[in-house]
Protein backbone atom coordinates (compact mmCIF):
# COMPACT_ATOMS: atom_id res chain seq x y z
CA UNK A 1 0.00 0.00 0.00
CA UNK A 2 1.31 3.52 -0.72
CA UNK A 3 1.57 5.50 2.20
CA UNK A 4 2.64 9.05 0.90
CA UNK A 5 2.91 10.94 -2.37
CA UNK A 6 6.32 10.36 -3.08
CA UNK A 7 5.54 6.65 -3.69
CA UNK A 8 3.19 7.09 -5.47
CA UNK A 9 5.05 9.04 -7.91
CA UNK A 10 8.03 6.61 -7.50
CA UNK A 11 5.44 3.61 -8.35
CA UNK A 12 4.03 5.77 -11.12
CA UNK A 13 7.57 6.84 -12.70
CA UNK A 14 8.49 3.04 -13.07
CA UNK A 15 5.01 1.91 -14.45
CA UNK A 16 4.94 4.22 -16.68
CA UNK A 17 8.54 4.80 -17.88
CA UNK A 18 8.20 1.14 -20.75
CA UNK A 19 5.56 3.06 -22.64
CA UNK A 20 7.75 6.41 -22.82
CA UNK A 21 9.67 5.07 -26.15
CA UNK A 22 5.57 4.31 -27.68
CA UNK A 23 4.82 7.58 -27.30
CA UNK A 24 7.36 9.81 -28.31
CA UNK A 25 7.96 10.02 -31.99
CA UNK A 26 11.54 11.07 -33.49
CA UNK A 27 10.77 13.84 -36.06
CA UNK A 28 13.37 13.38 -39.37
CA UNK A 29 14.23 15.65 -42.58
CA UNK A 30 15.79 13.74 -45.12
CA UNK A 31 18.97 15.10 -46.95
CA UNK A 32 19.56 12.69 -50.26
CA UNK A 33 16.83 10.55 -48.59
CA UNK A 34 19.50 10.28 -45.49
CA UNK A 35 17.73 10.94 -42.53
CA UNK A 36 18.89 13.51 -40.29
CA UNK A 37 17.45 13.55 -36.88
CA UNK A 38 15.39 17.26 -36.63
CA UNK A 39 13.44 16.82 -33.28
CA UNK A 40 10.84 15.11 -31.33
CA UNK A 41 7.47 15.28 -30.49
CA UNK A 42 4.96 13.20 -28.32
CA UNK A 43 1.50 11.10 -29.66
CA UNK A 44 -1.52 12.66 -27.94
CA UNK A 45 -4.85 10.92 -28.56
CA UNK A 46 -7.94 13.26 -27.48
CA UNK A 47 -11.56 11.29 -28.30
CA UNK A 48 -11.33 10.59 -31.54
CA UNK A 49 -8.57 12.92 -32.24
CA UNK A 50 -4.88 11.82 -32.91
CA UNK A 51 -2.07 14.54 -32.32
CA UNK A 52 1.53 15.38 -32.16
CA UNK A 53 2.87 18.15 -29.98
CA UNK A 54 6.48 19.04 -30.78
CA UNK A 55 8.34 22.31 -30.75
CA UNK A 56 7.39 25.06 -32.59
CA UNK A 57 10.68 26.21 -33.80
CA UNK A 58 10.48 22.25 -35.42
CA UNK A 59 8.03 23.79 -37.77
CA UNK A 60 9.44 26.70 -38.76
CA UNK A 61 11.36 26.00 -41.79
CA UNK A 62 11.08 22.48 -43.04
CA UNK A 63 8.20 21.88 -45.66
CA UNK A 64 8.24 18.46 -45.08
CA UNK A 65 9.08 16.16 -41.70
CA UNK A 66 8.98 12.69 -41.22
CA UNK A 67 8.60 10.18 -38.63
CA UNK A 68 10.69 6.72 -38.79
CA UNK A 69 9.20 3.47 -39.03
CA UNK A 70 11.54 0.59 -38.40
CA UNK A 71 13.58 -0.70 -39.76
CA UNK A 72 14.40 1.85 -42.27
CA UNK A 73 11.23 3.55 -43.87
CA UNK A 74 10.18 7.08 -43.12
CA UNK A 75 6.82 8.62 -43.28
CA UNK A 76 5.42 12.08 -43.66
CA UNK A 77 3.69 14.13 -41.66
CA UNK A 78 0.39 14.30 -42.43
CA UNK A 79 -2.11 16.89 -40.52
CA UNK A 80 -3.00 20.23 -40.19
CA UNK A 81 -0.43 22.31 -37.84
CA UNK A 82 -1.19 24.60 -35.03
CA UNK A 83 1.63 26.84 -33.97
CA UNK A 84 1.29 28.77 -30.83
CA UNK A 85 2.71 31.81 -30.56
CA UNK A 86 3.86 34.31 -27.39
CA UNK A 87 3.62 37.96 -27.69
CA UNK A 88 5.96 39.00 -29.98
CA UNK A 89 4.64 35.80 -32.53
CA UNK A 90 8.61 35.33 -33.48
CA UNK A 91 9.21 31.83 -31.83
CA UNK A 92 13.16 32.90 -31.59
CA UNK A 93 11.76 36.41 -29.16
CA UNK A 94 9.48 34.28 -27.17
CA UNK A 95 9.93 31.39 -24.22
CA UNK A 96 6.48 29.90 -25.60
CA UNK A 97 7.80 27.62 -28.02
CA UNK A 98 4.94 24.93 -28.80
CA UNK A 99 2.85 23.52 -32.08
CA UNK A 100 0.51 20.53 -32.43
CA UNK A 101 -0.06 18.98 -35.27
CA UNK A 102 -3.51 17.22 -35.93
CA UNK A 103 -2.34 14.16 -37.62
CA UNK A 104 -4.69 12.97 -40.37
CA UNK A 105 -5.85 9.50 -40.87
CA UNK A 106 -2.40 7.91 -43.36
CA UNK A 107 -0.18 9.30 -40.46
CA UNK A 108 -2.01 7.54 -38.09
CA UNK A 109 -2.54 4.38 -39.59
CA UNK A 110 0.85 4.15 -40.15
CA UNK A 111 1.75 5.54 -36.86
CA UNK A 112 0.26 2.74 -35.11
CA UNK A 113 2.28 0.24 -36.81
CA UNK A 114 5.27 1.22 -34.19
CA UNK A 115 3.86 3.85 -31.64
CA UNK A 116 1.22 4.18 -29.38
CA UNK A 117 -1.26 6.83 -28.29
Given at each position: MITNIHEYYTKLSYEVTPQIPMCVCPIHELNN?????????VLLKI??????ATASHN??????LYFPIPPD????????????FGPSSIYQDDKID???????????EHLNTHYSF
Open positions: KVPIHYGSGADSHFLLEELKYMHYPLGGKSYRIIAVIKLNDQTV
